[in-house]
Every structure is written in C-alpha cells, then in structure tokens.
C-alpha cells in the first residue's frame, strides 16, 4: 500500500505501542488487496498514454477507454479525444478502442472510413468473443449473461448476433427461448458477481439440463480476486467503501459483494469527496477496495480523508496474490519497433 504520513499499516502499529495508543479505540480501516488496476485496465490506459507519444495529440478514443472519470479526464487534458461512435473520427486520424471490446461492425465502420486502429481491447474479452465466433460456427445456441446495455454485452454480442441471447440476471431465465434445447452454451460478461452468475447458470441448467459450460472461466481473474478479496474485508466490517465509478459494472459488483458477505453498510464513491460523514456514525472498522479502472491515487485519498478523521490504522487483508501483465497492443508494438529501429539506422 501507498500509506499517507498520518497513517501506518498493521505492521508499523506492531513497532511500537505510542503509535496505536493515539487512536479512538477500535477504529481501523481493512484495506483489500488486489484492488484497482487489473492488467486489462493498465494496458489500455498506457496504450493511450503511448499513442499520444508515439503519433502526438489528439488520439481519438471510441468509449471511455476505461470506466473511471478521474482516468478519462487525465488523459483527455494530455489530448486524448473522447467519441461515441467512429464516426466522429475524422478520416485518417488514429482511434483506439477500449478495453471492454467493440463488435467487427466497428472494425468496419473505421475501414470505411480510413482509420488507423489501435485495438486496446482486454485479451480476456477478446476470449470470450472468440469462444462466441467457435460456437456460433457450430450452430449452438449462445446464452450470454450479462447487464444489458454494457458495453462489453454489446460488443460480444456482435459477433454473433443470430445465435447469441442476453441472459441479465436469474430472474431473465424463464425469457429465454432457443432453437435445440440440446445445443446451448453459456458464456458471460467478464465484470460480474462470481455468485449470482452461478445462480443464473443453475437456473439455466434447470431448463437446459444438457448445457454446456465454457472451456475456461469468463469471470476474469481480477473480477474474481477483487471480489474474493472484499468478502474477506467485509466480514469484519461495519462500513465498506468502494472506489469505483457508477458506470463500472466490476465497482458495482464489489458494492453488493461487501453486502452479501456481512458488511453493514457499503458505499461506491468515485472520490472521498463523495463519502458523507453520516456513514461514519457507530463505525469502527471501515473496509477499503477499489475496482479494476481505479487508480491508487483516488484510494490514497481516500485513506487519508479517513487517517484524519481517526481511522488512520490500516491493515492489509489479501487473501490473493495478483502478477497478470499483459503486451500493447500490437499496432502500437509494431510502431514502437518500427521506431527503435531507425532509430538505430540513424
Ligand atoms: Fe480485462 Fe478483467 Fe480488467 Fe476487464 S476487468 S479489463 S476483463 S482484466
């Protein structure tokens, strides 16, 4: 953790016994690891921050190129453009797509319209989509659970739009209508709960007894690990805060998460500006997370908010290690090597 000068960890308390005597008995904050940035978010945020180098500013950016406005404003200040659809992108320029993935039909609108792509998509979506192409190709019927609306949803969808239906929640099981009840798959958005996917799978599987489950987890590692992480936090926890913007589908699911694993109260706040101090009320240990397109800045605020106002005793709960990295994307290493090598030719 990144502690704040007023703060110590559960480690610097253990050195000496002046430091914790200070504090109002009892209060702590429960700080989870892994939070924040999960290796698809780091690599599309660098990926911008590249181009911007590489090629200079403006780059056109399709989306938030990740769900978190503190991002998207920092780099929209270093001359990143923000558009809805390729289409705004003037012919010639270079537009990124972000890391929840787009449909071929927006490969093919930027084609048309003479647009240099960087792809910054998460390679695990970009799993998934595959895994929708492979059994579309062999005729399944594809349940997609998932939020309707998000956009990982819309682009995944596009990949086979005829064969793949929305399942957004266990209540929407009883909506779905397939061709074969023999030949269904399920796959799924890569932000969601661990555990009210499982319970949509089981009432699928009530339906469709022969379902077929995909090779691989869609539910990405970081999804999983963050949410492993918060339930532990939660259990001892009478408050739990969350750093996350309300358009992340992953900040959202760490909210309910913290709630179903027993904490009293939870919040997402997208900065500590937005947490009230009512919530604070009988408190005494606060439970700290973020989710995957929140950067560490935003929760070193939020520590400190609270270090000021008594909870300046931190400990680390981490029931999980986290190394995943993943390469630019390919366009850009193209270029980068293009560019090291004259360099060298010089
Ligand atoms: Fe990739 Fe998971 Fe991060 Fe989404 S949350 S960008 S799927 S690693």
Not at 171 to 199: H, Y
Request: charged share 25%.
């Amino acid at each position: 953790m990144t502690a704040t000068p007023s703060q110590h960890t559960d480690a610097e308390a253990a050195t000496g016994p002046d430091a914790s005597s200070s504090r109002p008995t009892g209060r702590r904050v429960l700080l989870a690891a892994p939070r924040g940035y999960c290796a698809g978010v780091d690599r599309a945020v660098i990926a911008v921050e590249q181009a911007l180098e590489q090629y200079g500013a403006p780059v056109y950016v399709r989306h938030e190129i990740v769900h978190n406005k503190y991002v998207v404003q920092t780099l929209e200040k270093k001359g990143a453009i923000f558009v809805e659809e390729t289409s705004e992108v003037p012919e010639g320029e270079i537009v990124i797509f972000s890391a929840h993935g787009v449909a071929p039909a927006v490969h093919q609108e930027a084609e048309r319209g003479r647009l240099a792509t960087i792809d910054a998509t998460c390679p695990l979506v970009t799993k998934v989509h595959k895994e929708a192409v492979r059994y579309a190709r062999e005729d399944y019927d594809i349940l997609l659970i998932g939020h309707e609306g998000h956009e990982e949803v819309i682009g995944t969808s596009g990949e086979a739009p005829e064969h793949i239906t929305l399942v957004d929640g266990p209540d929407d099981v009883k909506n779905v209508e397939v061709k074969d009840p023999d030949r269904v798959v399920w796959l799924s958005q890569t932000t969601l709960s661990v555990d009210e996917t499982m319970e949509t799978v089981d009432a699928l599987k009530g339906r469709y007894p022969n379902l077929l489950s995909p090779p691989s987890d869609d539910i990405c590692y970081a999804t999983q690990n963050r949410q492993t992480a918060i339930k532990k936090v939660a259990a001892d926890a009478d408050l739990v805060l969350v750093v996350g913007s309300r358009n992340s589908s992953n900040s959202v699911r760490l909210v309910e998460t913290a709630l179903g694993a027993g904490a009293r109260d939870g919040h997402l706040v997208d900065n500590a500006g937005e947490i009230d101090e009512s919530w604070l009320d009988g408190v005494e240990t606060v439970g700290v997370s973020s989710g995957a397109s929140v950067p560490e800045v935003l929760v070193d605020e939020v520590l400190e908010w609270l270090a000021q106002r008594g909870w300046d005793h931190v400990e680390l709960v981490q029931p999980v290690e986290e190394h995943m990295r993943f390469s630019l994307p390919k366009e850009l290493r193209r270029d980068l090597r293009a560019e090291a090598a004259a360099k060298l030719t010089r």
